[in-house]
């Protein structure tokens, strides 16, 4: 959200972009797969450019549910918490349309 002529989140952009590419490079020491994952959707599609909501999906289905390393009561915490903001919502919407 910059505006014309602020050049810090061009900087911060390019600083980024750099480091999450010198991650994935194969010089480096090898990481996860899901770590992997998780680089190159973050180059395709920052998360200021997408909804908090979707993200979170997202990142519960195809990051989170393949971790090895993963707490199993968190991952259903999560989407048991994704599901009831999406119920409120959904019902907000009903009664709107209303």
Known sequence: M?????DIL???LSFATKSLKSIGLPTQEK????????????LRLPAWKCP???????SIDNFYSEDS???????TFA???FNMVQSFH???L???SK
Do not use: T, V, W, Y
């Open 2 to 6: 910059a505006f014309n002529g602020e």
């Open 10 to 12: 061009d900087e911060a």
């Open 31 to 42: 990481i996860s797969p899901s770590f992997q994952k998780q680089i190159d959707f973050a």
């Open 52 to 58: 908090s909501r979707s993200l979170a999906r997202h």
């Open 69 to 75: 390393a993963l707490n199993q009561n968190l991952l």
């Open 79 to 81: 989407k048991l918490d």
């Open 90 to 92: 959904q019902q907000e």
């Open 94 to 96: 009903r009664e709107l």
